[in-house]
């Protein structure tokens, strides 16, 4: 499993460094993220992010290797394997925030159009949204990889940036070094990644933009929730949510984990008689679809179920605030099921 990520190196320098990582799957899950079962593939030095297609530079060599690995590779003899061994590797998927997985995969942002299906952006004044699910059957299908291919090697033969830019805000497609790998799949190995998507995307979203900012809660009812949320045991291994609730504008600081932790355990006991019917019917479909979604095994019927929940978190989410609500994250999140 390829990532990509960048990191402040320094706490008082905004200085960002960047670092591509490779995961060993057939690990068992438990070491798979261990340092040292980690593979440390290249240092992208800063000071800061690496621009849209110039990635490129710091992947080629990364793809040398890969393709290597897919013809396969003669490790030298040990006790176990007197004859040597010979082993191949190959990338299984991208799994990143989305700005960083579109610069791996050659794709445009994701204000402008999905990259797994065929549904684009709506503009409502100045603001782009993935509002409109009437036609939904219309544009929810997986794009076509040779027509993606194609347009990324015409990407390769532009003559100037210009006509780069044109070609991209055509076609949304720009040539990625990955595309090198002859079994690489930039539309489905580039998967949506719940820990991005569900907690720092959409749960996020809900709490602090729909119902905090529209004046659904209140900072009495922050407070309240943060008395309740006090009094709530949790056993050690799931970790408490830190009690900043009602500071500032709510819910300062939360990372991905402290989302998820809230969402799962928090959210219901403490906010359920403080919300309408309507943002219920929200709050519940959107933890059903979550607690679904991190089990250690998911089934593939309880897969049909997450599809359905979220789409109707989309639907509720669009019927009463507004299509301009519906963000790339909701939109993804109606992928989620796709990608597993």
């Known amino acids: 499993m390829f990532n990509l990520?960048?990191?402040?190196?320094?706490?008082?320098?905004?200085?960002?460094s960047g670092i591509i990582y490779g995961i060993i799957c057939n690990l068992p899950r438990d070491i798979r993220f261990k340092r040292e079962n980690m593979l440390y593939l290249g240092l992208l030095p800063g000071p800061e992010e690496v621009k849209l297609h110039k990635i490129?530079?710091?992947?080629s060599p990364i793809v040398d290797e890969l393709l290597e690995f897919w013809d396969g590779v003669d490790l030298p003899s040990t006790d176990l394997h007197p004859t040597g061994k010979r082993i191949r590797m190959a990338v299984i998927c991208c799994s990143n925030d989305i700005p960083a997985a579109r610069k791996l995969c050659g794709h445009i942002s994701a204000l402008v159009g999905c990259h797994r299906c065929y549904k684009i952006a709506n503009i409502s004044g100045r603001k782009l949204n993935y509002g409109g699910f009437d036609n939904m059957t219309e544009w929810f299908v997986q794009k076509d990889l040779n027509k993606y291919l194609r347009n990324a090697e015409r990407w390769r033969l532009c003559k100037s940036k210009y006509e780069r830019?044109?070609?991209v805000s055509k076609t949304h497609v720009r040539w990625s070094e990955l595309l090198r790998l002859p079994y690489f799949n930039p539309i489905r190995f580039f998967v949506v990644d719940p820990m991005h998507n569900l907690f720092l995307g959409i749960a996020h979203w809900i709490v602090k933009r729909l119902w905090i900012d529209g004046g659904k809660i209140t900072k009495t009812?922050?407070?309240?929730?943060?008395?309740?949320?006090?009094?709530?045991?949790?056993?050690?291994?799931?970790?408490?949510?830190p009690s900043k609730i009602a500071t500032g504008e709510g819910f300062s600081g939360y990372t991905a984990d402290q989302w998820r932790s809230f969402i799962m355990i928090y959210a219901t006991p403490i906010m359920w008689d403080l919300l309408d019917e309507t943002n219920q019917k929200i709050l519940a479909n959107f933890v059903r679809?979550?607690?679904?979604?991190?089990?250690?095994i998911v089934n593939k019927s309880a897969l049909l179920e997450v599809h359905y929940r979220l789409?109707?978190?989309a639907r509720l989410i669009e019927e009463n605030y507004g299509q301009e609500k519906i963000t790339p994250n909701i939109h993804l999140s109606l992928h989620i099921v796709e990608c597993c």
């Open 289 to 296: 679809a979550c607690t679904l979604l991190v089990c250690r």
């Open 221 to 241: 009812h922050l407070k309240l929730m943060e008395k309740r949320a006090k009094k709530i045991q949790v056993p050690v291994d799931l970790g408490r949510i």
């Open 56 to 59: 490129n530079h710091y992947l």
């Open 165 to 167: 830019k044109k070609h």
């Open 5 to 16: 990520d960048w990191f402040q190196l320094f706490n008082s320098l905004a200085y960002s």
């Open 311 to 313: 789409h109707q978190v």
